[in-house]
């Protein structure tokens, strides 16, 4: 169907509709985006569309920030996108607009996709302080909780005052009871016990999956051409374990641990009600802090590590060691980024004399924001040399590898 210049539908014709972007419509759409990437300062060579005007105000509202930590004095501006000439704050503060954080919260969530925004909130918690967020209960309520805005609420915790703390627990309550519910099942599957192939079981998992009781229950329907029909598919149940573990989790709380202490607290959570663990939880920088006493409540953990400070792995390791009852049913788990800051020798011979013991010992390496591992492989690899395993795995395949040690 072709058009006219006036936008009416013409007569149909036999030529096919193109769907690729003219060079014009391609140029625009690049200034556009330049435009809404540069801010104001580019409005005297880039115009902003009316249909971006809601854009520009929302990232100028967080991003104009930036340019006053870096000393430039920001004009006031208008809804058109031109320069201020005045000076002050006002550039954050178009006029007739709701520029309150919860407005800002709002406009900013109906007009950018969830990723974009969930980013948008950690900067504006993380790195320009809007922490004015935590203190309102309908700004609460319209935060789209996720694991990287907790993350940075976590380290910018110290600075908060009490209500806007406490506005931080409710955000970390909901961050936490979501990976929860994501997680609870793979540790409880993968923990409870080993494979029972004596009992049948309903729970239809790949790694309980009997294939010797599914040939027996399925001989009866085999065809001519010997293809077998499968429709009962079994499954063996667990068993429980009859003895105790002793699980001794070692979490680093240095500045970069954030992500990682996250989960540490979420898994120390969930193994502190499985039956038949015994859950002891450590903190470390330079210290070593007992938090075995709250290790099934991680939203406490969080709310009370320090992130931040030096890195001292062998004192926290020598005081886990002290802890040992049983040293074949024990297990330590380190969770750190491996940059030690104190004695390597005394580590190392530390885990040396644990492994020979008889301790079964993981390093679990760092992750960063992006689920990548980030650790000093020099001193992770001299711990396996001394009888660690090292790995950088996420909580579910911690979960699958501390189910293979307990059964």
């Known amino acids: 169907m072709s058009t006219t210049g006036s936008g009416t539908p013409g007569p149909a014709t036999t030529e096919p509709a193109t769907t690729e972007p003219t060079m014009a419509s391609s140029e625009d759409e690049a200034a556009r985006r330049w435009r809404l990437v540069l801010g104001r300062y580019a409005a005297d060579e880039l115009s902003v569309g009316q249909q971006d005007a809601g854009l520009e105000r929302s990232l100028r509202y967080l991003y104009d920030r930036e340019y006053t930590a870096r000393g430039h004095r920001v004009g006031q501006g208008d809804d058109s996108g031109r320069p201020g000439r005045g000076a002050g704050l006002g550039g954050s503060q178009p006029h007739g607009v709701d520029v309150t954080a919860l407005g800002w919260l709002n406009e900013a969530g109906s007009l950018f996709p969830r990723e974009t925004f969930e980013r948008m909130q950690v900067d504006a918690v993380s790195r320009y302080g809007l922490t004015e967020l935590l203190q309102d209960d309908t700004a609460l309520e319209t935060l789209e909780p996720s694991r990287e805005l907790a993350v940075a609420m976590l380290q910018v915790r110290g600075a908060l005052d009490d209500r806007a703390a406490a506005g931080l627990r409710r955000v970390i309550q909901r961050v936490v009871e979501d990976i929860v519910k994501r997680l609870r099942t793979r540790f409880t599957t993968a923990v409870n016990g080993r494979i029972d192939r004596s009992r049948r079981s309903m729970h239809r998992v790949a790694r309980n999956f009997d294939w010797k009781r599914t040939l027996r229950a399925n001989l009866g329907r085999v065809d001519a051409d010997g293809r077998m029909t499968v429709q009962d598919v079994r499954f063996s149940s667990r068993a429980r374990r009859t003895l105790t ?18 989960y540490s607290a979420v898994c120390a959570g969930i193994l502190s009600g499985l039956p038949g663990i015994n859950v002891q939880l450590y903190l470390f920088d330079t210290s070593v802090v007992d938090m075995s006493h709250v290790a099934d409540d991680p939203v406490t953990v969080l709310m009370t590590a320090q992130l931040g400070g030096g ?51 993981l390093g679990l390496a760092a992750l960063d924001e992006a689920a990548e591992p980030v650790y000093d492989q020099g001193t992770a690899r001299h711990l396996a040399e001394c009888g660690m395993e090292v790995a950088a795995l996420t909580p579910e395949r911690f979960a699958e590898w501390l189910g293979e040690v307990l059964s």
């Open 311 to 361: 890195t001292d792995i062998a004192r926290a390791v020598r005081h886990a060691e002290q802890q040992v009852r049983n040293p074949s049913r024990t297990v330590v788990a380190l969770v750190s980024d491996f940059n030690e800051g104190g004695s390597v020798s005394s580590l190392l011979s530390t885990v040396r004399r644990m492994a020979s013991s008889g301790v079964t010992m």
């Open 245 to 262: 573990w002793d699980v001794i989790l070692l979490v680093d709380q240095s500045g970069s641990m954030a992500p990682s202490l996250l």
